[in-house]
């Protein structure tokens, strides 16, 4: 979905959110749960949202977990945005708000679950699948792999359902199916010992719909016919599933009502201002809920690609998410006109927010399979790409130094999943603004590298759970402006009055210059949204 849709949709759930909060809807849903991962989650969800949709329904994608890539490949399925619903990165009235308030006008919503249903941080099963099901009081679509086994099926059917009655098991999918005989006697066992329908029956596939690589499935950006894929899914769902049977499950649910609060960034606070979001092959792990607050903050966004891209368009802020450079690595070192204007910007003053990948686009270098490949220097970090993964989960990182977006004492919620690694730590370092109180970080239990007005990070953040994001960069982006308007000369030159470094740490009067300007940036912003709120009535 381009910025402008974002922006309609954006603007539709602010306006409606009054009436939302008078009305309780049915939101017909279903979550899709397995017993661990690689069950067939993602393949049996994809086909029932091409499936429905090639019939005509409106299909509502979420996806549950800190995930990028499958999310994507439901977007594309479902023609729409998919957005997520994790209880860790959000919290549980955000995650009931977002999911009402960008269901719209579907038919129903398809939320695919992560892992195994009862599988979370814990042992209680903090932040699992099965504590968003009871949260969105959902019934759950259980995919089972079926692999040579037969009426042992049931019995881990009726232990998932006797683990926690409180979780709504409706129906069960069966998986790799070697045959008639084999589908027939888990049917019959499922259905006489626990009570609930078998409503599909999914045979080996001689062929994945979706290969996958390093950090799982290959993104449906990089996938050589998206189209084919999905329509496959379709063709399975259509064939193999009881699809009226599974549509009515979704629609016997009881009614939520929410209230509504996105964590909305202050609406116009920063209007007028142009970000950037470099948005590619290479980098394309975004949430569209981090783009949404941008845009009710007031900014425009404009699309960049690093790899084809000859200069950066006049912007006052940018973006780059994660991705994958390493994969990439050739298209972006051969790209030195674009990589050189970054760095310029870079030293002129240009705010800048990178997660992961680009953190590591930032860096000096990627080595991938004993080559180097030269980045755009902005920071002395060499980085390779391992075998195995270098971090995998939730974060939690306080903000231990002055920084251009955070004030200092603030602590943020995110994941991290990478193989890469610093290996090389050159020259004098710029300082680290994060300390790692979960989490691996960049090195040494810090994260939140900062040189001027940019900060890179290993870890992503998602914005309704981290509002502090969307308030940093809209916050930077207006300032920038203001001091492009002033004086355009020294931002040509790569001067900045404003800029940080925490390598000039205990310079004193910089700094508090600084505070000064944020903390009355900060006021009047939250002024400006006082009186929208005041202005606009219910918005």
């Known amino acids: 979905m381009d910025f402008i849709s974002l922006s309609r949709s954006a603007k ?40 429905w949709r090639r019939q005509g329904l409106t299909i509502a ?47 129903a919503a398809v939320i695919e679950g992560n892992r195994g249903l009862y599988d979370g941080m814990d042992a209680s099963g903090t932040y699992s699948t099965a504590e968003l099901a009871k949260l969105l009081k959902s019934p759950v679509l259980l995919i089972l792999d079926c692999t040579k086994t037969t009426r042992t099926a049931a019995a881990m059917v009726a232990g998932m359902q006797k683990f926690d009655n409180k979780v709504l098991i409706r129906g069960v999918v069966l998986n790799r199916i070697a045959g008639s005989r084999h589908e027939k006697i888990i049917r019959e066992t499922i259905e006489k010992y626990c009570g609930i329908p078998v409503l599909g029956a999914i045979p080996k596939l001689r062929q994945d719909l979706m290969s996958e690589r390093h950090m799982g ?7 050589p016919d998206v189209s084919q894929a999905v329509e496959k899914a379709s063709e399975i769902a259509l064939k193999y599933l009881d699809l009226p049977a599974i549509l009515e499950m979704a629609r016997k649910t009881v009614p939520l009502s929410y209230q509504a609060d996105s964590g909305a960034a202050p609406r116009s606070g920063a209007a007028g201002t142009v970000i950037g979001i470099i948005r590619d092959a290479a980098f394309q792990f975004y949430y569209p809920e981090n783009f ?11 699309e960049i690609n690093a790899m084809t891209g000859k200069k950066l368009p006049d912007i006052d802020a940018l973006y780059i998410g994660g991705g994958f450079p390493e994969t990439n690595a050739v298209a972006l070192a051969k790209n030195i006109v674009f990589r050189k204007a970054l760095r310029s910007a870079v030293e ?15 860096g000096k270098s990627i080595s991938v399979d004993n080559r180097k490949y030269p980045m755009s220097g902005v920071f002395p970090l060499e980085f390779s790409l391992e075998k195995k993964p270098q971090a995998h989960g939730y974060t939690i990182v306080e903000v231990k130094k002055r ?8 602590v943020l919620k995110g994941h991290e999943f990478h193989y890469s690694k610093v290996i090389a730590l050159k020259d004098q370092a710029p300082g680290f603004a994060f300390g790692m109180k979960r989490g691996e970080g960049i090195t040494g239990g810090r994260d939140g590298i900062v040189y001027k007005n940019t900060l890179a990070t290993y870890t992503h953040l998602h914005a309704y759970g981290s509002p502090e994001w969307a308030a940093g960069m809209l ?60 202005s606009e009535g219910t918005g």
């Open 348 to 362: 002129a003053g240009l705010p800048v927010y990178a997660e992961c990948g680009g953190l590591m686009y930032l």
């Open 475 to 534: 916050r930077r982006a207006l300032l920038y402006k203001r001091k492009k308007s002033r004086n355009p000369l020294s931002i040509a030159q790569g001067q900045h009055p404003h800029s940080f470094s925490l390598r000039s740490e205990g310079t004193g009067a910089h700094h508090l210059s600084d505070d000064a300007i944020r903390a009355a940036e900060t006021v009047r912003m939250l002024s400006l949204c006082k009186s929208n709120v005041e």
């Open 403 to 410: 920084n251009p977006f955070y004030p200092v004492g603030t």
């Open 217 to 223: 499935l290959t993104p449906f950006q990089e996938h």
């Open 61 to 107: 994608p979420y996806k549950k977990g800190p995930d990028y890539i499958d999310a994507g490949w439901l977007s594309s399925a479902a023609g729409r945005e998919c957005y997520n619903l994790d209880p860790f990165l959000i919290g549980g009235d955000k995650i009931v708000s977002s999911f009402c308030g960008h269901f719209g006008a579907a038919d």
């Open 292 to 302: 949404e607050e941008l845009l009710k903050g007031g900014a425009t966004l404009v």
């Open 12 to 51: 539709i759930y602010d306006r409606k959110r009054e009436v939302h909060l008078k009305l309780k809807n049915t939101y017909p849903r279903l979550v899709i749960a397995g017993l661990r991962g690689g069950s067939g989650k993602t393949t049996l969800s994809l086909g029932l949202i091409s499936a």
